[in-house]
């Protein structure tokens, strides 16, 4: 299963466990940086779920993580960690290769050292995005727009905007429960951290979206 090989690769890079635990493996790499592997999910997939902090204010979000605001959706076996406490907010990563593993040890150290983080990218989505593009003669393009190199966090003032918009209900189906925070324009697609290009989902309807794009 990847996650054990997550689990493995982060006991080499921060050293041992710092608890381990039925649905958890948790490792203290600063002091208000957890970073913490789900063991108990995902069940069958070829895929780790990676907990962290959320980054402070207009650092790099990787784009294959889910963002919870606060409560919601969060393990509770995440709580004890080191910037995971109660009420925080977190993200969760979702790791489905060595590529990402690579980017994501990346983006823990850089963390760790108070550096600027590092973009992390999905390879799946890239994978489909870039495999349905046509050959054309490049020559022609116009020039494009300076694109945004990485994905800056979503402002605390726009979180709590979009969740008091949406009620704190999942748009589409509208339970309360795992809720994160969808961009309506995928980032890797230009879209931007505004109010109304963010949405609340479930964790479900969430990977359904990225099924259907
Ligand atoms: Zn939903």
């Not at 493995?8 to 970073?35: M, P």
Request: charged content about 30%.
């Amino acid at each position: 299963m990847f996650k054990e090989r997550v689990v493995d690769r982060f006991n080499n890079e921060f050293g041992g466990a710092s608890r381990t635990l039925a649905k958890v493996t948790a490792w203290n790499v600063g002091d208000e940086l957890g970073v913490v592997v789900q063991t108990d999910q995902p069940n069958r997939e070829e895929a780790a779920y990676v907990w962290l902090p959320y980054p402070p204010d207009g650092q790099s979000v990787p784009e294959l993580a889910l963002e919870y605001p606060g409560e919601a959706g969060r393990h509770s076996n995440t709580y004890p960690s080191p910037g995971l406490e109660r009420g925080k907010p977190a993200l969760k990563l979702v790791l489905r290769d060595e590529r990402e593993l690579d980017d994501t040890v990346a983006y823990i150290r850089a963390f760790q050292s108070f550096l600027p983080l590092p973009e992390l990218r999905a390879s799946v989505a890239t994978e489909s995005i870039d495999g349905g593009l046509i050959p054309v003669d490049v020559t022609r393009m116009p020039r494009a727009p300076e694109i945004k190199p990485r994905r800056e966090a979503i402002p605390r003032a726009v979180q709590r905007e979009v969740w008091q918009r949406d009620g704190g209900r999942c748009v589409e189906c509208a339970t309360k429960e795992k809720l994160c925070f969808d961009h309506i324009v995928p980032f890797s697609r230009g879209g931007s951290n505004s109010v109304r290009n963010l949405q609340l989902l479930c964790e479900l309807c969430n990977l359904s979206k990225g099924n259907r794009i």
